[in-house]
Structure formats: structure tokens, C-alpha cells
């Protein structure tokens, strides 16, 4: 009973970001970094809220809420996010789209990597070179299969770093994560994946 009490409250937790809420009703986007991009998205429908209105910009984005924004925007299944058993379909479906490894521990908090890794691999883009890298002291944290694409994201511009590094470790946000993403799907990011992705999708 505990555990199916725990799966009913991360379906709704996660549902959020998805449900229908005005953006007039976002009100904690007011002198935010993100806020123009944040309300912008709102506009465009590329997001929702959560009941009371507000956007949390500032909290670090859940694996699950990363996956259904990627899938809200790109999946050309219309029934996706309908049915009772929605929120495990979505979550399969990322797993075919191979943004996620698995469909466990989906309410943990993503770090920089992997987030970005999400993206890159929602975007299908890696680069063989990796050595734009290199001049990053947490390289080393970097695995050889991830490096094509946090490379691929650094040499696009997508993402940058500092002397310090790229902060791999380091939290990511809502706003953050938000942000990139509608980046990325305003440059043309996602218009050639997502037609490998949805293939996927249909494929498995």
C-alpha cells in the first residue's frame, strides 16, 4: 500500500509540469534570470505549472519532470500523456528514446551532466573530437561515452564553463534546464531527431 501511495504521489508531483495553468498565474518568475524565457515558454505552451500558480525555477529539476518536458515537446504521440497509465508509458518511451538508461529512481535530482546529456542525446548530437574539453579541470569526471556529447553541446555554444570548469557536479534548475531546452528546440535542434526519436518510440 506504502509503495503504491508513493508511485500515486510522484504521478502527481510530476504531472505538473505538464498540467494546464495559465502563465498569468506564474508568480514567482518576477525579476528571475530566466524570466523572459520562462514566460515565453508559458506562452508557447512548451510548459505548464504546477496548481498553485507558481513555475519553481529555482528548484533543481527531477529526472522525470526532464523527461516529460523533452517528451511533451518532441513525441508526435498524441495519446502519450493520456490514459491511465500515462506516466509509466512516458517514461518507457524515454528509455526507447535512450535520453534515460532506465525508468528507476525517477524522482532523484539531475546534476549539470546529466541533464545536459539528456539533451544532447534528445538532439542526437556528438562529436568525435572531445578536446575542446580538455581545458576543463573535472574532464576527468567526463566518461568517454559522455564526452561526444557535453563536446558537442561546448562547441555549439549550448553550454559554456569557466577556469574553474563545467561545473559538471554542480545542480542544475528548472529555469536552467527550461531555458537550454527551448534553446535548443528554437535553434533546430530537435528537427531531425525527433523524427529518429519518435521511430524509436513506435520501434520498441
Not at 174 to 203: A, T
Request: net charge negative; aromatic share 8%.
Amino acid at each position: 500500500m506504502n509503495s503504491l501511495k508513493r508511485l500515486a504521489a510522484l504521478i502527481i508531483a510530476a504531472a505538473m509540469l505538464i498540467a494546464a495553468v495559465p502563465a498569468a498565474l506564474a508568480d514567482d518568475l518576477s525579476g528571475h534570470e530566466f524570466e523572459a524565457e520562462l514566460r515565453d515558454a508559458l506562452d508557447r505552451g512548451i510548459i505548464s505549472g504546477y496548481d498553485d500558480g507558481t513555475i519553481r525555477p529555482d528548484n533543481q529539476i527531477k529526472k522525470d519532470e526532464a523527461a516529460m518536458l523533452i517528451l511533451k515537446n518532441l513525441s508526435e504521440d498524441k495519446s502519450l500523456f493520456s490514459g491511465s497509465g500515462w506516466y509509466k508509458n512516458v517514461m518507457n518511451t524515454a528509455v526507447n528514446w535512450e535520453i534515460m538508461d532506465d525508468a528507476e529512481y525517477l524522482s532523484v535530482t539531475l546534476n549539470r551532466m546529466e541533464a545536459w546529456l539528456m539533451l544532447a542525446k534528445a538532439a542526437i548530437i556528438c562529436d568525435e573530437d572531445t578536446s575542446v574539453l580538455d581545458e576543463y579541470p573535472d574532464r576527468e569526471f567526463i566518461s568517454e561515452n559522455d564526452a561526444g556529447y557535453l563536446a558537442a553541446l561546448l562547441s555549439r555554444g549550448l553550454i559554456s564553463g569557466t577556469k574553474q570548469g563545467l561545473g559538471v557536479y554542480r545542480k542544475i534548475t528548472r529555469g536552467q534546464f527550461i531555458s537550454l531546452f527551448v534553446k535548443m528546440l528554437d535553434g533546430g535542434y530537435f528537427d531531425e531527431s525527433k523524427k529518429e526519436l519518435n521511430y524509436r518510440g513506435i520501434k520498441n
